[in-house]
């Protein structure tokens, strides 16, 4: 999610420079240009969690990992329903789909070390 993160601000210059030839109002420009960075911010923050929670294991809880999982899940929606498919929304429904394999495996281990196997 990192990674997609650095490439969605990497989209911001020439976002910028379409609204600016767009005639639309600045307060509108401005959402788009504070949405654009915040989506990107969200990614950031979000993704270094889950490299944390790969990174250190035991830093992370279950139900934080399942939670924080909905917001890929949540933007793999609400951009495939806005905006399409393309790679983006790919991303970011992959980065989900490994959220949540990553804590079934998790605990899959969590439970095989409680029972010794």
């Known amino acids: ?6 490439l969605h601000a990497l989209g911001y210059r020439p976002v910028t420079a379409q ?25 950031v923050i979000v993704g270094a969690l889950f490299l944390v929670a790969c ?14 999982g909905l917001v890929p899940v949540g933007d793999t929606v609400m951009l ?16 989900a789909v490994l959220v949540y394999v990553g804590v079934a495996l998790r605990h899959g281990e969590a439970r095989a070390s409680e029972h010794g196997t």
Request: hydrophobic letters at 60%; charged letters at 5%.
């Open 80 to 95: 495939y329903s806005f905006v399409g498919l393309f790679i983006g929304t790919v991303a970011l429904a992959i980065a």
């Open 19 to 43: 609204l600016a030839t767009s005639g639309m109002q600045a307060p509108w420009q401005a959402g788009i240009k504070g949405l654009w960075l915040i989506f990107s911010l969200h990614l």
């Open 55 to 68: 990174v250190r294991p035991g830093s992370v809880s279950k139900t934080v990992l399942v939670i924080a």
């Open 1 to 6: 999610m990192v990674v997609t993160a650095g």
